[in-house]
């Protein structure tokens, strides 16, 4: 069994897309995917883009995506990876593969002088907790994460 990482291509869009759904599903938030094909493409390789993906695979299958893009710390005064989404799917968890990304983006990091590597995780997801902290990340549980979509976003931005 090979995990391999590499990065991800624009023809990649649909198999990326794919993923999206499945950690939807995964989230029990399905109907929140708005995206198409079309535009992950344009949003992850399009000319102005800052998001960059990630694709696992196992023996040349894909078995698993990262989509991250960098974010900068002021205090730190150096940049940073903000990993949005990781998913391995369902029948192809306890390989290594998540590890495998999370350590391929370590590495970048650090290559790269990141002050910091960094990512969400939604409260009730208990076994991607529980990986994450075994790996030696730390919850943020000081910080409260805000968000403005939709209608409140265009309301507060027109008001």
């Given at each position: 069994?090979?995990?391999t ?26 109907h ?13 390789f399009?000319e102005n ?83 994450y ?27």
């Amino acid at each position: 069994m090979s995990i391999t990482i590499r990065d991800a291509i624009s023809d990649d869009a649909q198999l990326i897309l794919d993923f999206i759904i499945e950690l939807a599903v995964y989230e029990n938030a399905k109907h929140e995917v708005k995206t198409d094909a079309k535009q992950t493409k344009e949003a992850i390789f399009g000319e102005n883009s800052t998001v960059q993906a990630l694709i696992c695979e196992q023996n040349g299958e894909a078995i698993g995506y990262a989509v991250y893009f960098y974010n900068y710390s002021t205090w730190l005064g150096k940049k940073g990876i903000y990993l949005e989404d990781l998913y391995i799917s369902e029948s192809k968890r306890g390989l290594g593969a998540g590890k495998a990304i999370l350590k391929h983006l370590a590495k970048k990091a650090v290559e790269e002088n990141c002050g910091r590597f960094e990512w969400s995780c939604l409260d009730w997801n208990t076994p991607s907790r529980e990986f994450y902290e075994s790996l030696g990340a730390k919850a943020q549980e000081e910080w409260i994460g805000y968000r403005l979509e939709g209608d409140s976003l265009h309301s507060f931005a027109e008001s």
